[in-house]
C-alpha cells in the first residue's frame, strides 16, 4: 500500500531536476503522517526542499508526527521569519516541546517573531517542566457551565470553533472560576434530549492528571483507565489543561523504551533518553558507563573467585575451557526470566502477590532445561574430552548453574519491586554478574570436589 | 491517591467476615479499572465474592479492564446462568476475545445461553483469526448516508442510542451495500451549520484497516496516524467494524511485549506470549529452549577456540582467571548497543538511512570506554598479580573486545533490518554469543603472539 523506498526515489528524482511542480504534486497526495515518514529518510538539503513544497497547513500538521530532533532542524533550516508563519498553525502544546529542545536564545527570537497572544501562551506553557503534565497538555479546553442545556453547549461550541482552535474528546464542566466540577462525554451531548441540563449528564467521579505529575504516572493512568483525554487542575482543582491520547501514547512510548534501556544497564537518569542516541558520544558514555562499571566490580569478583581455585586450576589446565560456556548460559536463561518477570511487573500481568508461582515455575524450567543442557554438554565433553568425569561435572554445573540463574532472574525483580525500586534498573547486568560469580563457585567446588579427589 | 494494599487489606477484612454489605459499599466507591485492579491482587475464592458483589453493570465493564485470564477464570466460576447475564452486557468483542481462550464446548455452553442476536454476533467475530483486524474489531459502528443533513444525523445519533450500543469516535458514510465512502469527525459534526450536506464535511481519503490485516500491522498503522479509531474493511471495501485506539493500545503493548521477549531470545513464534508466563512448563521450555541451543553451540565453538589454545592454557593457567571479565563486559556492552540499535529501528528513531552515523557513533563509544576501562584493569591487574605484560595484555584485549562488541552490537541488527528481517528476533543471545567467541580469539591470540614471547 505504500512502498517507502519507491517514493523516496521519485522526490530524490523529482528535487534533482528541480521540478518544484512535480514535487507538490507527488507530496499532496499523501497523508500528514507519510509526508513526516518520508522526510524523515530524505538527506537534510532535500528534506528542506521536499518541506517548502509542502502547502503550509499541511507542513504544520506534519511537524507534529516527526520526530523533535526533525522539527527542530527543518524550523531552524527555515529561517525565523518563515518558521513563525508554520508555528502560529501547530498545536501550543507541539510548539512548547520543540522550544524545549533548542537553546534558550534561539527560542527568544522565534517567540518575538509570534503574535504575542500565541508567544504569552507558549511561554505558559514553557513553565511547567518538560516531563510533567503541565508540560504535556495543550491548554485549549472546551469549558462549560453546569446550568446550560445541551441546545447551548451545541451552539456554544459553534461559536467557538470560529475564535478558537481546540480538540474534541470530552466537555469539561467548571464554575466561574475555573474549578472543575465534571466531565460530560459527545456521546451523552448526542444522545440526551435538546433540553437535558448539562449538570444531569456530566459525571462528577473524575480521572483527573494534577499540573505536576511526572509523566510515568500520566502514562500509567491513561494505560490504566483508557479514556481518550484526561484533564489536568492545578492544587485548587482550577481546570489547566487536557492530556490526549495521542500526546499519552508518544509518552508509553518514551517510558518503554527507558525501561528498556535500564533493563540493559542503560541509566537514563543522566542523560535525557533522546540525547543518548543523537547527542554527543561523552553524552552516550555517561549513560552507559555507571553499570558497566559495576559489572566491572562484579566480574572482578568472578576473577577472584577463579583466582581463589588457582591450585585447581594448575593442576587441570582444561577446566577453565569450560567457563564460557557455563556462564553464557547461565546469563542467557537468566536473562529470559528478569525480561518475563520485569515486563510482566510493568504491564500488571505479573503480580507481587503471584510471586511464588512464579518462582516456582521459574525454578522448575531452570531445572528441567538444566536438565536437558546438561546431559547434552555431559555426553558431548565425555565424548569429546574422552574424560568421564570431566563431562559428569560440567553437566551437574550446567544443571546448578541454569537452575540458579532463573531463581535469581525472578526473585531479584520481586524483591525489587517490594522495596519499591523499579525492578527494570539494571536488573540485567547485575544479576548477569552475579550469575557469573556464583556460577564460577558452584563450578570449582564441584571441580574441586569431584574430580582432585578420582584424579 | 490510590492505595492497593489498604484497600486490599479491608476487602479481605469484610469478606472474611463475611459482610457483604460493607463489602459492596467499599466497592462501589472505585472505577472499574481500579476494580480490575483490586481484583487481580485478590485470591480466586476471595475474588469471586467480590466480583458477585459488584452491581452486573459495573462488574460487566470492570471485566473490560481484566486481564483475559482473569476474564476467562471469573467467568467460569460464575457458571453459565450467571455468567450469560454478565456476558450480554459486555461489548462483543470483549466476549468474542474471552471465549477465544475457553475451550470450544465450553464456548458453546455460554453461546447457547445467550440470546439468539448477541449469539449470532459473537459467532460472526469468533470465524474471524484472533490476531487479525477483524478478531479486534467491534461490529457496532454508526454509519450514516452521505446525503443526510447534519441535523438528521444528530435525530438519527440520538434514535440509534436507544436501540443499539455503540462506541462513538467518527462516523462512517457508507451506500446502501455497506461500501466505505467517507468519515466525518465529531468535531466538524458539531462545528458546521444543521443544514450543512454530510457529502460535504466527509473526507474521502480515509486510513483503514483491512479485515485480515494482521496485529502487528494494526499496531503499526494506529501509532503512524494517531487516529482515535480506524474503520475495518473486506476486500470490497464493505465496512465491518472499527478499531478504537483502547483496543490498538492493548495490541501496540502486547507487540513491545513479544519485541521485548525475543530481544532476550524467548521465541514468540511456537507459544503464545501470555503462555509463557502462565501456560504449562512444557509451554515455557518450547518457548525459551530454541535460541539456548543456538547460544549452546556458539558456546561450544567457545569452548572449542579456548581448548586450541591449550598449551598457551597450560603455560600460563593464570589467564584463564579473566575470561569471565572479558566477557562480562563485551557481552554488556554489546548488549546495549543492540537495545539501542533494536528499539529505535522498532520506534522509527533509527532508520536504515542513518545507519553509518550509528555505526561509527557507537564504535567511538566503544573505544573511549574501552580505553577507560581497559586502562583500569591493566592497573589493577598489574599491581594485584605483580604482573606488568598480564596487566597490559588483559587491557589492550579490553579495548578491543569493547570496540567489536559495540560493531557487532550495532551492524547487526542493521543488516537483519536490511534483509527484511525483524532486527528484535535473537539478536541478544546470538550476538553475546559470537562476542563470546570473537573475544577468546583476540585475547588468547594476544597472549600467544606477547605473552609468550617474553617471559
Redesign the interface.
Known sequence: MFNLENIVDRIKETTESNNINALKEILDSY?C?DLA?IL??LKPEERIIAFKAIDEDKAAEMLE?A?AQMQVEILSELGEEQAAKIIVKMPHDDVADVFAEMEQDETENYLNKLPTKVSTEIRELLAYKEDTAGGIMTPHVLTVNKDMKIEDV?SF??NQ?EKNDF???YLYVTDHQKHLLGVVS??AL????YKTKIEEIMTS?I?KLHIDDPQDAVADIF????Y?ALPVVDLYNRLKGMIT??DA?DI??EE??EE??Q????STDLVDE?E??FGS?IA??RA??P??FI??I???V??NV??SF?GT??AL??I??????L???G???G??S???IT??LS???????AALF?IW?EV??GF??GI??GT??SI?TWRWQNNFNLGIVVGIAMVVNMTMATLLGTLTPFILKKLNVDPAIAS??VI??TI?VLG?IIYFSLVSIYMLRII
Open positions: 497523508h503522517a515518514e524523515q529518510v508526527y520526530p451545541l461550541i459553534k470553533a480538540e474534541l474528546y459527545l456521546r448526542l444522545t440526551k434530549p467521579d480521572v494505560m490504566k483507565y483508557q481518550s491520547w495521542d501514547q508509553v512510548e518503554t523504551t528498556i534501556y533493563t540493559s544497564g542503560i533522546d543518548i542516541i558520544t552516550a558514555i552507559r558507563c553499570w558497566l559489572t566491572l562484579g566480574e572482578f568472578a576473577v577463579a583466582n588457582e586450576l594448575n589446565p582444561i577453565a575451557i569450560f567457563m564460557p560456556l556462564a553464557g548460559l546469563g542467557n536463561i536473562t529470559q528478569i525480561t518475563l515486563r510482566g504491564t500488571g500481568q505479573v503480580t507481587l502477590n512464579h515455575k522448575k524450567v528441567l532445561i536437558l543442557f547434552l554438554v558431548v540485567g547486568p548477569a554478574t557469573d564460577l
